[in-house]
């Protein structure tokens, strides 16, 4: 802001005094402050869309090697598309803990259905069990040694698919 004062200049007009520096330091400041925090939000935006794009780009990769790894064996119930909203690039929930994950499934997956006394091991398909290897050798290879030990401790012949007793 700028002052006026009572007197006038040569020419007869008014003449205006500068306010001191300290008055107009806090503009200064204020907008560096700002113009800070706009360039690190947008470096973190711009940080998080990489990486995102990163693992984008790693998880069709990802799900294309299943993909073609399904169809290898005839399962072909999976488009690539569903195959990365589920395992994304990490193997989601299925390599938190394989062992347990597959295991459960496996057991659920080889019942016959009913519950009690009726409830008896049934056949497991093959392709069942590889599409599961598949997914533990494409998403998380370090851990498909705990699955083939727990695969090799099933009794798997023609009538049944239960853990072998000792």
């Known amino acids: 802001m700028t002052t006026t004062s009572t007197t006038n200049g040569p020419d007869g007009l008014p003449q205006h005094e500068d306010e001191p520096e300290g008055n107009r330091r806090w503009i200064v400041y204020t907008a560096a402050a700002i113009l800070a925090v706009a360039v690190g939000v947008l ?39 569903q195959i990365v909203a589920v395992l994304g690039a990490d193997g989601g929930g299925f390599c938190t803990d394989p062992a347990a994950l597959v295991k459960a499934t496996a057991n659920l997956g080889s019942t016959n259905g009913a519950t009690g006394p009726g409830s008896r091991p049934s056949l497991v398909d093959e392709r069942r069990r590889q599409g599961a290897r598949f997914v533990i050798a494409v998403y998380c290879p370090q851990q498909l040694d705990d699955f083939d030990a727990y695969v090799d401790s099933l009794n798997l012949d023609e009538n049944t698919t239960t853990p072998e007793e000792s």
């Open 43 to 81: 470096m973190a935006v711009l940080y998080n869309n990489y990486h995102a794009a990163q693992d984008r780009e790693l998880a069709e990769q990802r799900a294309a090697e299943l993909h073609a790894k399904f169809e290898e064996i005839g399962i072909t119930a999976f488009d690539e598309d």
